[in-house]
């Protein structure tokens, strides 16, 4: 595109075709005031402050909606031009409430900046502000509050709204000078499609619109901004926590617009749920159990009582008798610690965490047909790809900010959409195509796909020839696939399955995006690989706008196994078993190191209950309410002679802990997090720990000194650099690299500027491999005694088993219970109204649940949130495993569902 020169107060810049303006004054380091304006919205012009004069036209315009156009000469700041904007702020403030000795936004308002440059005291109109009545539309909401007498009526938080989050909440209402921002039908906002993402907050100019917890906490202007990555999915948005200095307390979160990937957008969890770090019921001291109680200990006492008694398990039963469960909660360097302090200090490869339980199956499918196990592409890309094939992801739940993308990208109608989910989601609203299968048939759905391909001649027979291998083993393992067969198993319509065959195998780039719908399965490699399969077929590997991308539950998923809190590798998936990696970890560690792949996270539990296990220490993890069938894991981890627990709150597992360690939380350290596009990404210490929490790999360090094997490290930047050193994926990431928007591995040297997308070219493993994959139905059927398919999942406004989600007032306001979804026809079968509190059996348990009717889910299939201690989903789950990747079928098991 050829490149637009314009003249702007005397200074020639340059500009894209399509730009405004605006726009290109403020690329240029020109600012010209704006109320109205940000840069993810469509322009409107209603403040219009940013009038500017053009040569050749006697009105003034408005530059943010006014293009560039060559030789343009634009003044943004004459006399005449400064008179029309005092005016005009003028006009704004007879409607705006000037109290800003007592505005939460002091320090942090557009008007108050632009009142004070062009010295405005008070407006010579008469005021017809708006006096707040106490009564609107966020009257009972715990999350927002508005103040009409703030209000400029920007219209800022109705479009992004619309236009960004695409909820189409808010609207304005009234008439002249008693316009105001309401909801449609002046519902509240709990009633509204509002989704509690705050976008609305974080685009208001003034403060009328707030986050209801930080009124009077603390001015704009007094509050110190933390740059940090937000603890929750793995997104990985970039957050400010807004830290009163006084208090040492975190008032509101704040994102910046343009900073990657979530460009200032955040979510219900992101904006509201960081209550948890300052809540006093946090661990604040070290606990010993004795005679069934914990009672208060000192460090020293606490360490050295764990010390002593994993010393005596090595000595008596041999260092296999011990075992980690590290943590996706916690940092690269708490996992390279923790995995570091199983391997060199305790003796053994029994080291593993909850990407187990989500993404096993990813790491071993991808690694199999690729040669890495990660997400193939960019977050980023997915704004732009021609066609997104979204299969057992629900996206706008689980990773909202991407899916916010999605919607974007469909809504601008350069995108299609194919959505393939047991239940109707919300994308599956603006998909073309949504095939509701039956869970645990996507092998089935996947590999008829490709099927049609094939008898279509859709395929990519230049890719298939020059950069894969097997391709004949494929075709004839998809070729009994038929349509027909296919439907029968998935429940899919045949003509759907063949449309969206035809259209994914026709769009010049097809992304596929998936999660733990298609990973927690006995079958989940081989769901992973008939994705990769798809993926090759078609030639959508290697090039922007493809791949297949896995999206990561939990904020470092992708990290800890990066760094080694896995088995059977070492960090950057050295093998624990080829002699010359051992030889090289060995010589940096200067320690002997076992070259036997350990345990998994269950074969752990499993083995516990046997004894061959008797010695557990847990970092960041709740088995208790996280691992299927949490009866067994209850009786097995009982089983232990010794439970050490270092968490940041009580929970169901510190519970049964010998010895409770209290660990800082993300807020309280300094770090690096990996988000689901490799992403590595800073997290930076806001506030101090609470009592005597301490970081989680300087406990680990402390305690290996006491067990004979010495670990130092001045601060997190050291262990870092050790990563750097030892794991050449990460070889060219330090700190100093990391600041703005981090960098993707692979990053193998100081020079080097991270990999946006995989593959390009060439598969890590050389030529990419198609398996041969077959359907095979989940471990447990539905039959007469238990009639139902259970399947398990997240939801928007809680995480993973809720310790941090559910101690913060607006989630649990929002949610503070689970509720079984069930098909209307399937409750009026067994006599089940709304809100019933229903019996749900399976082979392993038993809980009680209010029944909640809704045609998301199909029929003869129910659904439950596995968040709430009051209602295990994780009772009922069956602890199944895939044969390749050790991870359970949380996704499907068969139940009875009964009124009480």
Sequence with gaps: MDEIILTIDNRELSARPGQTILEAALAGGIHIPHLCYDPRLTPTGACRLCLVEIDGLAEPQTACTRLAEQGMIVRTNTNAIRTLRKVILELLLSEHSLRCTTCDKDGDCLLQDYAYEYQIEESRFPSITIQPSGENFTSSSKAIVYDPSKCILCQRCVKICAEVQMAEALTLKGRSGDVQVTTGLEVELKESPCETCGQCVSACPTGALYERAAAGRGKAKDLIKITTTCPYCGVGCQLDLNVNSSTGRIVRVTSEIGCMPNDGNTCVKGRFGMDFVSRNDRLTKPLIRENGLFREASWDEALD???????????????????????????????????????????????????????????????????????????????????????GSNTT?????????????????????????????????????HMQQRPGTDVALINCMMNVILKEGLEDKEFIEQRTEDFNALRRAVAENTPKKASKITGVPEEDIRRAARLYASAPSASIVYSMGITQHTTGTDNVLSLANLAMLTGNVGRECTGVNPLRGQNNVQGACDLGALPNVYSGYQRVDDPDIQKKFEKAWNTELPEKPGLTVVEITNAAAEKKIRGLYIMGENPMLSDPDINHVLECLKALDFLVVQDIFMNETTQLAHVVLPACSFAEKDGTFTNTERRIQRVRKAVEPPGEAREDWRILCDLASRMGYTMNYSGAKEVQDEIALLTPIYGGITYDRLDGVGLQWPCPAGDHSGTKFLHEGKFSRGRGKFHAVRFLPPQEMPDDEYPFIFTTGRMLQHWHTGTMSRRCDVLDDLVPHGTLEINPQDALKIGVRDGDKVAVRSRRGRIEVPARLTDRIGPCTVFLAFHFREHPANALTIAALDPIAKIPEFKACAVSVEKL
């Design 305 to 391: 009582r764990i010390a002593a008694r994993f010393i005596e398990i090595k000595k008596q039963h041999g260092p296999d008798a011990l075992a980690g469960l590290s943590s996706a909660k916690t940092t690269n360097e708490d996992n390279y610690i923790m995995q570091k302090f199983v391997r060199a200090c305790l003796g053994t490869n029994n080291v593993d965490h909850c990407a187990r339980l989500c993404h096993a199956s990813t790491v071993a499918g991808l690694a199999r047909a690729f040669g890495s196990g990660a997400m193939t592409n960019s977050i980023e890309e997915l704004g732009r790809a021609p066609l997104i094939f979204v299969i």
């Design 397 to 433: 739940e689980c990773h909202p900010v991407i899916g916010i993308l999605i919607r974007q990208a469909v809504a601008s109608g350069s995108t299609r959409l194919i959505v393939a989910d047991p239940r109707r989601i919300s994308l599956s609203r603006i998909a073309e195509i």
